[in-house]
């Protein structure tokens, strides 16, 4: 089991940056592959990113490709996500999210059992 707790979130203009951050507990943390999701008021949960185990791999949401970088620190048990370029319908709860079933990069919030708590991202146009 592992604990989550996701901060960096905030208010930022259109075409700013923000760095998310999730801080996991428990030392299973290098043994989870690890994702990104988001929701929007009034929509589904949906896949922004993921990350193997090691951190070796990582696949992206279209809507996020090439504007968001998903890294992990496994000495820190920490997972970040970076994200550039931010636009208004990026506002959303972020929450970071530990896999315990189907194939690494599933993009389907189910296959994750461990929940962070969420972070809010606020995109000013």
């Known amino acids: 089991q592992v604990q989550l707790v996701e ?11 923000l760095r998310l951050s999730c801080a996991a507990s428990g030392r299973t943390f290098s043994s989870y592959h690890m994702g990104w999701f988001r929701q929007a008021p009034g929509k589904e949960r949906e896949f922004v990113a993921t990350i193997t185990r090691d951190g070796g791999r990582t696949l992206y949401a279209d809507s996020v490709k ?10 820190k048990i920490t997972m970040y996500l970076q994200m ?42």
């Open 66 to 75: 090439g504007r968001s970088t998903i890294s992990r620190d496994n000495a």
């Open 84 to 125: 550039n370029s931010l636009k208004p319908e990026d506002t959303a709860v972020y929450y970071c999210a530990a896999q315990v079933g189907g194939a690494w990069g599933s993009r389907t919030h189910a296959d994750y059992a461990y929940w962070g708590q969420g972070t809010q991202v606020t995109v000013s146009s």
């Open 7 to 17: 901060s960096g979130g905030g208010l930022v203009q259109s075409g700013g940056s």
